[in-house]
């Protein structure tokens, strides 16, 4: 009885503990806004759905202010603002982040200290505001067609400066996130619909946050900009610039790759309209090879004769080896020649193999194996 109620108390007293804790996992946003007496500042959230207000504080002279909030599964976006003037800042868990600032220059002028993240956000905010201006200053001098040029290139060397030095030098930080959402006259610099490249940037920080913050609202819609870019028609350019021949994008917005399978025949991922396509990216050579394939053979026994089709896409540099591996496979196995440099991997954003895509009836893509946790269930649901 005695070591019962011990233990008892015992799970009590942690419980406690562990409730006090909970309470205390707060992030903080605090600081002074001077020269903006009576104003009021309001912390709000810059979700997917939009921008919420989730706290106000009516400004005394000193300018002093203090919020705190939950953190979220993954680094969530809040700004600071009093009227048109804003201040962007990133929260990644429980920290504090300071702000110092005067009204009405807050916009360029304040201090952020207690985050790295922050400090970035300030020089992206800081290079987009000087974009911005470039571009609406071009645009009032020069002739049209001039100014269309002259900004173009001012934004390229914008996107060049970005994606080297935030988004590819750091894919796992808030920053890198912020900056894919950067506008420039209303349009987003980095705009997977048009541009290859874009989707490269939205991949990278998506494959990352994958990892970090697997379960995330903001991961999800990251992979699934990235694959709406993959649909777009303009999408017109390989890593390498080689134009894509027309024939190979498809109305359903799929880039359609062409390789001969292991007998010599070219294979094309488009023919497979009307079927569910598991698009599978794999090599041979790898350790866990035949563990993989073994569980891709009960995947395509159990639902091939529902309307499940695999396309195999091999990178294994040795094309004889590869064909005696793939010789008793059931389904389509191709293989690309460049293997790991292909022009695929790229197209597809693909950093690491083994990966696989989800293609539905009407040949679009749906889903890659990052979004997928029970497989299965998401073949059923296409079938």
């Not at 009021?40 to 202010?65: H, P, Q, R």
């Not at 954003?349 to 040949?363: G, S, T, W």
């Amino acid at each position: 009885m005695y070591k019962g109620k011990t233990v008892r108390i015992g799970a009590l007293a942690l419980l406690a503990l562990s409730l006090v804790a909970c309470n205390q996992r707060k992030f903080n946003v605090e600081g002074n806004i001077t020269e903006a007496a009576d104003s009021m500042l309001y912390l709000e959230n810059v979700g997917l759905e939009g921008i919420t207000a989730i706290d106000s504080a009516k400004l005394s002279a000193d300018g002093a202010f203090s919020f705190s909030g939950e953190p979220g599964l993954s680094p969530e976006f809040y700004r600071l603002r009093i009227h048109d003037q804003i201040i962007n800042i990133a929260i990644d868990s429980t920290e504090t982040v300071s702000v110092k600032a005067s009204y009405p220059t807050m916009i360029t002028q304040y201090e952020v200290s207690g985050s790295e993240n922050c400090l970035k956000i300030k020089e992206l905010a800081l290079k987009q505001i000087e974009l911005q201006q470039r571009c609406f200053d071009t645009q009032r001098t020069l002739p049209a067609m001039q100014a269309r040029d002259s900004i173009m290139h001012m934004v390229q060397a914008y996107k060049s400066d970005v994606s080297r030095n935030y988004i590819f030098a750091a894919p796992d930080k808030s920053y890198a996130y912020f900056a894919l959402f950067q506008t420039v006259g209303g349009l987003l610099i980095f705009d997977p619909q048009v541009s290859h490249e874009d989707i490269k940037a939205f991949g990278a920080v998506a494959t990352n946050w994958d990892i970090a913050y697997p379960e995330a609202i903001r991961t999800q819609n990251l992979h699934n900009i990235a694959i709406n870019g993959m649909k777009n028609e303009r999408i017109v350019q390989y890593n390498n610039q080689q134009i894509i021949d027309a024939s190979q994008v498809q109305e359903s917005g799929i880039i359609d790759v062409a390789l001969p399978d292991n007998k010599g025949t070219v294979r094309r991922l488009s023919e497979l309209k009307g079927k569910v396509v598991l698009f599978d990216f794999h090599m041979f050579a790898m350790e866990d090879s035949p563990k993989r394939i073994l569980a891709l053979r009960e995947l395509y026994n159990k639902f091939h004769d529902q309307g499940l089709e695999i396309y195999q896409l091999s990178l294994d540099g040795d094309e004889h080896f590869w064909k005696q591996q793939t010789a008793a496979l059931p389904w389509i196995c191709v293989r690309d020649p460049q293997g790991l440099n292909s022009n695929i991997l790229v197209t597809y954003n693909v950093p690491a193999v083994p990966e696989y895509f989800l293609i539905d009836r009407q040949n679009s893509l749906v889903k890659r194996m990052a979004q997928i946790s029970d497989l299965e269930a998401e073949i059923r649901k296409l079938l």
